[in-house]
């Protein structure tokens, strides 16, 4: 990031950006106390309800990588930005009764906004914070991300012994507002690195394998492990995660650099 920024400044940066990520795990662990209230409320089956919280988990899993490579290109905190937008926009769509399938819609673009600022949050603070605080910043961070799963069950069951179902998605667009001014304040202007090339085929390629995987895996917690659409799912998981190695290996700059997965055995 271009330029010094100021200890208050860069403490309001971490606000507004742990709001969000806040706000992403703690709206994928309140949505699953109020699945059977909504079951009722839409008159759907059990099934069909576990998709408002399942689709969220495996749009947001096959867009973690294209966001965050778009966020190396076109500048991370553009692409936060953005998403936080996004994001604040569909969890008020997501509280509005106008169907199950609308529902749906709108959770598959709170997912899309959730992985926009997830893909790039920590990428934001390691470049504002100088390296004696990113510690600090980062074990921060991690508290309030893993904080947002623990609140989730005990702050769902407290709106829905007063309030709609609707607040459950509600409570997202105060927080989302007040971040989104925040951070039109206080974030500095992006770096970008847009000469760069971008692998479509590649992050395609790794996107529908991670759908594939976790349609799959649901798949087989419905069907059961031996069904024919399960080994479809994993076969084409298989398949997909080769086509990603192999186009992964000829850009000149990797989508994955695959290294980083290899334990350090030797210096």
Same mark, same amino acid.
């Given at each position: 990031?271009?330029?010094?920024?100021?200890?208050?400044?860069?403490?309001?940066?971490?606000?507004?950006?742990?709001?969000?990520?806040?706000?992403?795990?703690?709206?994928?662990?309140?949505?699953?106390?109020?699945?059977?209230?909504?079951?009722?409320?839409?008159?759907?089956?059990?099934?069909?309800?576990?998709?408002?919280?399942?689709?969220?988990?495996?749009?947001?899993?096959?867009?973690?990588?294209?966001?965050?490579?778009? *966020?190396?290109?076109?500048?991370?905190?553009?692409?936060?930005?953005?998403?936080?937008?996004?994001?604040?926009?569909?969890?008020?769509?997501?509280?509005?009764?106008?169907?199950?399938?609308?529902?749906?819609?709108?959770?598959?673009?709170?997912?899309?906004?959730?992985?926009?600022?997830?893909?790039?949050?920590?990428?934001?603070?390691?470049?504002?914070?100088?390296?004696?605080?990113?510690?600090?910043?980062?074990?921060?961070?991690?508290?309030?991300?893993?904080?947002?799963?623990?609140?989730?069950?005990?702050?769902?069951?407290? %709106?829905?012994?007063?309030?709609?179902?609707?607040? %459950?998605?509600?409570?997202?667009?105060?927080?989302?507002?007040?971040?989104?001014?925040?951070?039109?304040?206080?974030?500095?202007?992006?770096?970008?690195?847009?000469?760069?090339?971008?692998?479509?085929?590649?992050?395609?390629?790794?996107?529908?394998?991670?759908?594939?995987?976790?349609?799959?895996?649901?798949?087989?917690?419905?069907? *059961?492990?031996?069904?024919?659409?399960?080994?479809?799912?994993?076969?084409?998981?298989?398949?997909?995660?080769?086509?990603?190695?192999?186009?992964?290996?000829?850009?000149? %700059?990797?989508?994955?650099?695959?290294?980083?997965?290899?334990?350090?055995?030797?210096?």
């Amino acid at each position: 990031m271009p330029g010094k920024v100021t200890t208050l400044k860069i403490w309001w940066i971490f606000t507004a950006i742990s709001i969000f990520s806040f706000m992403s795990t703690l709206t994928s662990s309140v949505v699953n106390i109020a699945m059977p209230v909504m079951s009722r409320a839409m008159r759907v089956t059990t099934t069909q309800i576990n998709w408002v919280a399942s689709s969220y988990l495996v749009i947001t899993c096959m867009l973690l990588l294209p966001f965050g490579k778009l *966020g190396d290109l076109f500048g991370k905190i553009q692409i936060f930005k953005i998403g936080t937008i996004i994001f604040t926009i569909s969890s008020f769509l997501c509280g509005l009764d106008f169907g199950f399938g609308f529902l749906l819609i709108c959770r598959g673009l709170q997912a899309i906004g959730a992985s926009m600022t997830l893909s790039n949050n920590t990428g934001i603070i390691t470049e504002i914070f100088p390296p004696k605080k990113q510690g600090l910043a980062l074990g921060s961070f991690s508290s309030v991300v893993a904080l947002g799963g623990i609140v989730g069950p005990g702050l769902g069951g407290l %709106i829905l012994a007063h309030l709609s179902w609707a607040y %459950i998605f509600w409570i997202n667009v105060p927080l989302g507002i007040f971040a989104i001014i925040v951070g039109q304040f206080v974030l500095p202007k992006d770096r970008s690195n847009s000469n760069h090339s971008i692998d479509v085929f590649g992050l395609l390629s790794f996107g529908i394998m991670m759908g594939t995987l976790f349609i799959g895996l649901l798949w087989g917690q419905e069907a *059961g492990f031996k069904n024919a659409g399960f080994m479809s799912f994993m076969a084409a998981t298989i398949v997909l995660l080769i086509i990603f190695i192999r186009l992964n290996r000829k850009p000149p %700059i990797p989508q994955l650099i695959l290294a980083f997965l290899k334990t350090q055995t030797s210096r």
